[in-house]
């Protein structure tokens, strides 16, 4: 079974950072693309940020472009996700998706397997 944990939420102020970590396991992962996710209350969940284990093109969206880096470690089947200069605005439970194919897709039908979601809160 693939199974997605995510962890190193927390709580920060305005202007700090956070590194959020998605550990998969159950599956060689070569031939998928992650996401994470991010829903506040009364939202629905957005995409955020992409990244296939066989490539290095990653992508955001436009309100946490040059704020926040995704990245993997294969060897961990790790993918994190680098949070600077955070926002009010950027406080969500943020999830770690998982979907079978190369190419990252933006919505959130398209992602077969996700975790429990960790919890981001930014004050100011």
């Known amino acids: 079974q693939v199974q997605l944990v995510e962890s190193g939420g927390g709580s920060v102020q305005a202007g700090g950072s956070l590194r959020l970590s998605c550990a998969a396991s159950g599956r060689t992962f070569n031939t998928y693309s992650m996401g994470w996710f991010r829903q506040a209350p009364g939202k629905e969940r957005e995409f955020v940020a992409g990244?296939?284990?066989?490539?290095?093109?990653?992508y955001y969206s436009d309100s946490v472009k040059g704020r926040f880096t995704i990245s993997r470690e294969n060897a961990k089947n790790t993918v994190y996700l680098q949070m600077n200069s955070l926002r009010p605005e950027d406080t969500a439970a943020y999830y770690c998706?998982?979907?079978?194919?190369?190419?990252?897709?933006?919505?959130?039908?398209?992602?077969?397997?996700w975790g429990r979601g960790t919890q981001v809160t930014v004050s100011s």
């Open positions: 990244i296939s284990w066989s490539r290095s093109n990653t």
């Open positions: 998706a998982a979907r079978n194919s190369i190419v990252v897709v933006t919505t959130t039908t398209q992602y077969d397997y």
